[in-house]
């Protein structure tokens, strides 16, 4: 069974200061990862993924996560905060099994102080 | 591409009134999710379909609520009757999962339903 835990339900970082969203998940197989990013009031937007191509994967708007399997691992990480960063952020599973189901984490709430 | 297209955007209505939440997908995606989002359970997967047909609909709550996808283009969430315990915000997304289930999942704005 698939599960993902995402270790901050808030995070709160300074303008300019690097970003650390931490997520950990639990899978029978080689997993797919995602990041989604949730502004307020508005859909989900996929950030990044993983699929099994490189571990250090790239996204947008300057975040990148580096799937580490030897710990279950896939945090989150910016090197500058922005204050258009603030937001919901959701790590999500998924290896495949039972179809094409996806497992959401309960969501990090990002908040940016000027 | 419009991506995913949800109606209406926002709907209030009274306890006991069916609710018809819809949902038109990517055109070219094969497998359509419907969550609900709220505060005190965050996001849940209510049920998927893959190629217009139910794969996992374990997430349904109860049986007043049912989906549908009469064909690929077009899906339907509906709520008969509603309670105010359902109000919440509601995503429909769709994806290209191939056979390994890995794709993306593109969402909807969601649609903001309020039953009093």
């Known amino acids: 069974a698939q599960s993902v835990t995402q270790l901050d339900s808030h995070v709160s970082v300074s303008e300019g200061t690097p970003v650390l969203l931490r997520c950990n998940y639990s899978?029978?197989?080689?997993?797919?990862l995602f990041w989604y990013v949730q502004h307020p009031n508005k859909g989900l937007q996929l950030l990044l993924k993983?699929?099994?191509?490189?571990?250090l994967v790239k996204g947008i708007n300057g975040f990148e996560a580096e799937f580490k399997k030897s710990e279950t691992s896939f945090h989150l990480t910016k090197p500058s905060a922005h204050m258009s960063d603030a937001a919901e952020y959701f790590c999500?599973?998924?290896?495949?099994?039972?179809?094409?189901?996806?497992?959401f984490g309960a969501g990090t709430r990002l908040f940016v102080k000027a | 591409d419009a991506g995913v297209i949800q109606s209406p955007r926002h709907e209030v209505t009274e306890m006991g009134q069916e609710v018809t939440l819809r949902c038109k997908p990517i055109?070219?995606?094969?497998?359509l999710f419907w969550y609900r989002q709220t505060m005190m359970r965050g996001l849940e997967l209510l049920i998927y379909?893959?190629?217009?047909?139910?794969?996992?609909d374990s997430g349904m709550p109860e049986d007043r609520f049912s989906a549908k996808m009469p064909n690929a283009s077009f899906s339907t969430l509906k709520i008969q009757p509603s309670e105010p315990r359902d109000s919440a915000v509601y995503f429909c997304?769709?994806?290209?999962?191939?056979?390994?289930?890995?794709?993306?999942?593109?969402f909807g704005p969601g649609t903001r339903l309020t039953v009093l």
């Open positions: 997304a769709s994806s290209t999962s191939g056979t390994s289930g890995r794709g993306e999942q593109f």
């Open positions: 899978s029978s197989y080689s997993p797919s």
């Open positions: 993983y699929t099994s191509a490189a571990t």
């Open positions: 999500v599973v998924s290896d495949g099994t039972g179809g094409f189901k996806t497992i």
């Open positions: 055109s070219g995606h094969n497998s």
């Open positions: 379909f893959n190629n217009n047909v139910p794969i996992d």
